[in-house]
C-alpha cells in the first residue's frame, strides 16, 4: 500500500508512520513541519494544505492509494472558526487534490470529540453542539466532507478521538505526566472524575484496521477511536505516581482549587503561557464525558495495549527522551 498521512510529523502521525514503517509498507507525510523522528526525514514533504497547487501537484506525484488526514491545527486559543482554515479550507483542497490524482482507495479523515461539548453524548453522526471555535471548525469539516465526497469515487471513514496521550506527546497530557513526576499535581477534592481517553498506541492499531477493513464495515462510518472504557481519573493519576515512583498524589479541597485557576486565568489575561491550571481546564478536568464506542468495539475488537501498559510505554519513552 502507498499511504499519504498529512500532519505526519504531528504527535498521533509520528505514531502511525513508525508502525507503517516497521510493517515495510509505502509511506509519504505531507506537513508543513519537519518530523519529530529523524528516521522519519526521508519521508517527509514540506508542504501546506493550504497550499491548493502544491497539494494537488504533491498528491499527482505520489498517487497514494490511502489518505490518512491527521493535519489540523488543534488548540482551543481560536475566538471564531475562521482561525481554524486549516481544517477547513486545508481539508477542501486535500479532497479536490484527492480527486484530480485519481487514486485514492480509502481516506480515514481526522475529526475530534470536541464536535460536541465535554459531557455530551450525541445520539447520532450529526448529534453536534460544538462549544469552542476549534470544535465548530471540526463540525464544518464533517459537512465538507460529506459534501465533496463521494463514496463510490473514494470511501470515507471519519473519525473522531478521545484525548490522546502517549510517546511523542505534547501540551497538557504531557505536562500532566511530568507534573506527576515532580510531585506537582494535586487531586480535586474526592471528586470521582470519568473520561474517555486513548493510549495513541490503540489509536494506531484502529488505523491500521480501518486500511484493510470490509468497505461495508467502515465506508461513510463515523467511528470514535481511543480506549472503550472510560478512565477514573484519581486510579490513572495513582497508577502513573507509581510507575514513576513519585510523591503519593495529594488532594486539595475544590474551593482552593478554584481559586488556584482564577489566579490562572488573570495569568493568562497578562499573557502568561504553560499555565498549568485555568477556570476552563478545571471545569474540562472535573467533567464526565461517556462517548458511543459500540460501532468500535464491534469493528476494532479487543485492544492491545491495557492502561497500564500504555503508562509504562510512556514512561520509557520519557526517560529516553531525557524528560
Partial sequence: MRILITGGSGFIGTNIIERLVERRQEVVNLDISAPRLKAQLPLWRKTSLMDEYGTAQLLKDIRPDFVIHAAARTDLDGHSSDDYKVNTTGTINLINAMKAAGSVKRAI?????????????????????????????????EKIVRRNMNPAETEYVIV?????????????????????????????????????????????????????????????????????SVY????????????????RIRTIPLPA??????????????????????????T?????????????ECLFGPLDYSVADGIRRTIAWLEKQDL
Avoid at 481559586?259 to 485555568?278: E, F, K, M, N, Q
Wanted: with cysteine.
Fill in 160 to 228: 473522531r478521538p478521545t484525548s490522546v496521550w502517549g510517546p511523542w506527546f505534547s501540551g497538557p497530557y504531557l505536562q500532566f505526566f511530568l507534573m506527576i513526576r515532580r510531585g506537582l499535581y494535586v487531586h480535586p477534592g474526592h471528586i470521582k472524575v470519568e473520561k474517555h481517553f486513548a493510549y495513541v498506541g490503540n489509536v494506531v492499531d484502529q488505523m491500521l484496521v480501518l486500511l484493510t477493513a470490509n468497505s461495508y464495515d467502515c465506508a461513510g462510518s463515523v467511528l470514535y477511536v481511543g480506549d472503550y
Fill in 109 to 141: 479523515i481526522f475529526s475530534s470529540m470536541l464536535v460536541c461539548r465535554n459531557g455530551y453524548r450525541p445520539s447520532h453522526d450529526l448529534d453536534y453542539c460544538p462549544d469552542t471555535a476549534y470544535g465548530e471548525s471540526k463540525v464544518e469539516m
Fill in 284 to 296: 474540562n478536568m472535573l467533567m464526565n464525558n461517556s462517548l458511543p464506542y459500540e460501532k468500535s
Fill in 232 to 247: 477514573i481519573l484519581r486510579e490513572w493519576a495513582d497508577r502513573i505516581q507509581y510507575e514513576l515512583g513519585a510523591r
Fill in 257 to 282: 482549587l478554584k481559586v488556584i485557576a482564577v489566579a490562572g486565568d488573570v495569568l493568562d489575561a497578562l499573557g502568561w503561557r504553560r499555565i498549568p491550571l485555568t477556570s476552563f481546564r478545571l
